[in-house]
């Protein structure tokens, strides 16, 4: 078993649609969780990172269940600019700066 | 300010050679970490360097990859004896503190393309 797994669609879906990319982890003791975002033959950049609480940044919340090991992205009002692979990131020690990262899942926002 | 920078960007060569790859990070951050991707895959973590602690090895996949960082900043990704297995973009990342923690986002570089032949 991978130690983060996401689907790795692709999700295509029209211009304002709300979309939700889950990610499961297999390390429970696990600290630290993120969502960076890759365009396409670019480099990773953090999108951000999930608070136990839940956390909202503009059109994009992510939410954590430890109980469950998932973690979550919902995307409100897509834009086409929000084509992207979206890379679920996980911190396994909590005192190192080692992140596994899952394949990503990949976003088509039509018009 | 100036970002993580990485040379070459572009890297073709022959089975068996060697290949080094270089990476500098941001000016005063202490931490620096080397990943791989292979086409159609995630990231692959290599290695993290650490201040001047001994850097954790865990994720170079045999010995003919080795690592350095020398006074704190740049690094050097050595690849010896390469393998078509080998081909796939190189990236390198540095973070302030190191910690892996919620603060301490992780800086990547535009990638090295490796392309063994």
Redesign the interface.
């Known amino acids: 078993r991978k130690e983060v797994e996401q689907d790795p669609g692709p999700f295509n879906v029209p211009e304002g649609a709300t979309v939700a990319f889950n990610c499961t982890y297999s390390n429970s003791a696990s600290q630290s969780f993120f969502w960076y975002r890759q365009d396409c033959r670019k480099e990773p950049k953090l999108l951000m990172s999930v608070y136990s609480s839940g956390n909202e940044d503009g059109r994009f919340t992510a939410q954590l269940n430890r109980a469950s090991q998932y973690i979550s992205l919902l995307i409100r009002d897509s834009k086409l600019s929000d084509s992207a692979t979206y890379l679920c990131v996980v911190n396994p020690t909590g005192n190192t700066g080692k992140l596994i990262f899952g394949q990503g899942t990949t976003l088509q926002v039509k018009p | 300010g100036a970002g993580v920078s990485q040379s070459p960007s572009n890297k073709v060569t022959e089975k068996g050679k060697d290949v080094e790859l270089r990476c500098d990070p941001i000016s005063g951050h202490t931490?620096l970490?080397w990943?791989r991707q292979s086409l159609g895959?995630?990231?692959?973590?290599l290695i993290?360097f650490?201040g001047n602690s001994a850097p954790?090895k865990?994720?170079l996949p045999s010995d003919r990859f080795s690592a350095e960082r020398t006074g704190g900043s740049v690094s050097t990704l050595t690849i010896q004896r390469t393998q078509q297995e080998d081909s796939a973009v190189y990236?390198c990342a540095s973070?302030l503190?190191?910690?892996?923690?919620?603060?301490?986002?992780?800086y990547?570089?535009?990638?090295t393309r490796l392309t063994v032949t």
């Open positions: 931490a970490y990943y895959q995630g990231l692959e973590f993290y650490q954790d865990s994720g990236l973070s503190a190191g910690t892996g923690g919620p603060k301490d986002e992780q990547f570089g535009p990638g």
